[in-house]
């Protein structure tokens, strides 16, 4: 069986509205990011990757399987949606063991799998908790769980660190990056700072379309020679930023310091300096010339 997702002229209707535009990717072993703002067709994409949407049109397969076979599918994959909750009256315990049962998984591989997934996320602790006393970060660690409980061979999580604060999500992206070493992991999120800590191929996804395929590192190469720094005066910032995108500011007194995005020097003062990912995604969305 190939670890590799194929899709080919993907178009995926709402009724009448399309979503997805003659998407074209292919995806393998290791962290695969998508990437766009909210609306972009993000979620579309990973619930037809999950068999939880019909295609509309186009081929997928998913690890050698059409995308019609459903029940193969599942059996192989596992899925962490934005929107996730259990039963919150269950323990966290009581509530990998009923998923375990759903998913077929014997009393010995129940007991035996559990407690090692448990202490994977940093949960063995908490087994005798009611999953409703759990903060964000914890449930998102029990999804993960449970969606690797049955040892999938592709692992899609759908915006995972959205309300997190700073340290959940370094440890959830720590925990992705150890899962995907022998998985297809397939992130979706809007938080640019995830991608660059976790992924080393990232799609970019625009009103359905895909503008950007590729290393996080090329895709840093696109903006080369199109970043500036230049710290100015409050008053000039209007005026600045009705000319350039400007992609980080931060205040100071009377002063703004700023890193905008120019194909050329755009004002005396301002410094050429080394594009950073969240600059590189602005140039594309800006530019939207991605290297497909």
Not at 6 to 24: C, H, M, P, R
Not at 75 to 82: D, E, H, K, S, W
Not at 236 to 254: E, F, Q, R
Request: proline content about 3%; some cysteine; glycine content about 8%.
């Amino acid at each position: 069986m190939s670890a590799e997702i194929k899709i080919s002229g993907l178009n995926q209707f709402y009724g009448k509205k399309q979503v997805l535009k003659d998407i074209n990717l292919n995806i393998g072993t290791g962290m695969f990011a998508l990437l766009g703002r909210n609306g972009a067709g993000k979620t579309t994409l990973m619930r037809v990757l999950a068999t939880l949407l019909p295609v509309s049109r186009g081929v997928v397969t998913v690890c050698g399987i059409p995308i019609s076979m459903e029940a193969q599918i599942r059996r192989i994959t596992g899925y962490l949606p934005q929107e996730f909750s259990f039963y919150a009256n269950m323990t966290v315990y009581e509530a990998m063991d009923y998923l375990g049962v759903l998913s077929g998984l014997s009393k010995a591989d129940r007991q035996e799998k559990i407690p090692d997934l448990l202490a994977k996320v940093n949960l063995l602790t908490k087994k005798k908790v009611k999953v409703g006393a759990l903060s964000g970060g914890m449930k998102r660690r029990l999804g993960i769980a449970q969606a690797i409980l049955h040892e999938p061979k592709v692992l899609i999580v759908d915006e995972p660190t959205a309300g997190l604060d700073a340290e959940e999500r370094v440890r959830f992206r720590n925990l992705l990056s150890e899962i995907a070493g022998d998985r297809i992991v397939i992130l979706s999120t809007h938080i640019i700072a995830d991608i660059e800590a976790s992924c080393e191929r990232i799609a970019v996804l625009e009103e359905g379309e895909i503008i950007y395929n590729g290393t996080v590192s090329d895709m840093l190469r696109l903006a080369e020679g199109k970043i500036y720094s230049a710290q100015i005066k409050k008053t000039d910032l209007p005026g600045i930023k009705a000319k350039y995108p400007i992609t980080s500011m931060v205040s100071s007194g009377n002063h703004v310091s700023l890193r905008l995005i120019s194909d050329e020097k755009p004002f005396e003062g301002a410094c050429l300096c080394e594009a950073g990912i969240e600059d590189a995604y602005m140039y594309l969305m800006q530019d939207k010339r991605g290297a497909i």
